[in-house]
């Protein structure tokens, strides 16, 4: 209560010796005594607590603070996000910082109320010792799972009906139709060819086309592949398409049912999907 008067309320130091019936030398000695003390702990806090970070860190490289602190969190380890910050830092495991061009942005939006109403769907490419294998994905924009995907050596409008299909029948086992399902998708001829357009009106879904250099308006699909291939692709080398289908299957299902998704309050995509939000960060 005492150093509160001086350093939040802003009290003269003389004021408040002169009223508690102390002199400034023992103001000034209790506090470098308490300022001590709560450096000490502090210090002993942030040894007990690199013990349990450096290993997530170890274990997943690309993950920043405050996705760590998250982790800890769901682990039982109560620990300030600023302690968590200072860990990182001191032992050097911060990411590094990306810096990328900033582009005008235009406003591309949708309100959202629950899975499955709004899905994106994309093409990326990834090298292999064999060749260049091609993983299609469809992402839900309300809970992040990616609802299905495929790999093949081959990109043609076949490969995205094929994939489109297999996330229908596995969301909507009794018939997407009437239920108003969007695909966001860009321009790629695979996208826009006759049979896929068609393929659309068949299942009535609604296309929304992304604008014409503006990866912004299909970002949550752009984020999604960078993110595979920042944790996933970049760090492997594979020897064959089935040893990178193997390992982007395997990743996947992380993705889905293990890691946690800082714009979903750090619960994982297969969490929001279900509305089990009981391990959700404060």
């Given at each position: 209560?005492?150093?509160?008067?001086?350093?939040?309320?802003?009290?003269?130091?003389?004021?408040?010796?002169?009223?508690?019936?102390?002199?400034?030398?023992?103001?000034?000695?209790?506090?470098?005594?308490?300022?001590?003390?709560?450096?000490?702990?502090?210090?002993?806090?942030?040894r007990e607590i690199r013990q349990h970070v450096r290993p997530l860190c170890e274990k997943y490289p690309t993950y920043?603070?405050?996705?760590?602190?998250?982790?800890?969190?769901?682990?039982?380890?109560?620990?300030?996000?600023?302690?968590?910050?200072?860990?990182?830092?001191?032992?050097?495991?911060?990411?590094?910082?990306?810096?990328?061009?900033?582009?005008?942005?235009?406003?591309?939006?949708?309100?959202?109320?629950?899975?499955?109403?709004?899905?994106?769907?994309?093409?990326?490419?990834?090298?292999?010792?064999?060749?260049?294998?091609?993983?299609?994905?469809?992402?839900?924009?309300?809970?992040r799972r990616i609802v299905a995907w495929e790999q093949n050596r081959f990109c043609r409008d076949d490969e995205a009906?094929?994939?489109?299909?297999?996330?229908?029948?596995?969301?909507?086992?009794?018939?997407?139709?009437?239920?108003?399902?969007?695909?966001?998708?860009?321009?790629?001829?695979?996208?826009?060819?006759?049979?896929?357009?068609?393929?659309?009106?068949?299942?009535?879904?609604?296309?929304?086309?992304?604008?014409?250099?503006?990866?912004?308006?299909?970002?949550?699909?752009?984020?999604?592949?960078r993110t595979l291939k920042e944790e996933e692709v970049w760090p492997n080398e594979y020897r064959s398409l089935e040893?990178?289908?193997?390992?982007?299957?395997?990743?996947?299902?992380?993705?889905?049912?293990?890691?946690?998704?800082?714009?979903?309050?750090?619960?994982?995509?297969?969490?929001?999907?279900?509305?089990?939000?009981?391990?959700?960060?404060?």
């Amino acid at each position: 209560m005492l150093f509160e008067l001086v350093e939040e309320a802003q009290f003269p130091v003389e004021t408040v010796c002169r009223l508690v019936g102390i002199h400034k030398s023992t103001f000034y000695r209790r506090r470098t005594q308490v300022t001590q003390f709560t450096r000490t702990r502090l210090c002993f806090r942030q040894r007990e607590i690199r013990q349990h970070v450096r290993p997530l860190c170890e274990k997943y490289p690309t993950y920043g603070y405050r996705r760590i602190w998250a982790l800890l969190c769901r682990d039982g380890i109560r620990v300030n996000l600023k302690t968590v910050y200072r860990v990182m830092k001191a032992e050097g495991l911060l990411p590094v910082k990306r810096y990328e061009a900033k582009r005008a942005r235009q406003t591309w939006d949708m309100t959202l109320t629950g899975s499955n109403q709004v899905w994106h769907i994309d093409m990326t490419k990834i090298w292999t010792d064999e060749g260049w294998a091609y993983l299609f994905s469809i992402i839900d924009a309300y809970d992040r799972r990616i609802v299905a995907w495929e790999q093949n050596r081959f990109c043609r409008d076949d490969e995205a009906i094929h994939v489109l299909e297999k996330a229908v029948n596995h969301a909507f086992p009794n018939g997407v139709r009437g239920n108003g399902l969007k695909l966001v998708q860009d321009n790629g001829s695979q996208f826009t060819s006759r049979d896929f357009v068609q393929t659309l009106k068949t299942l009535e879904i609604t296309p929304i086309r992304t604008s014409y250099r503006h990866p912004q308006s299909n970002g949550k699909m752009e984020r999604w592949y960078r993110t595979l291939k920042e944790e996933e692709v970049w760090p492997n080398e594979y020897r064959s398409l089935e040893e990178a289908k193997a390992s982007i299957d395997r990743y996947i299902c992380f993705y889905n049912y293990e890691r946690v998704h800082s714009a979903l309050g750090y619960v994982t995509p297969i969490e929001a999907y279900s509305g089990d939000l009981s391990t959700q960060v404060a």
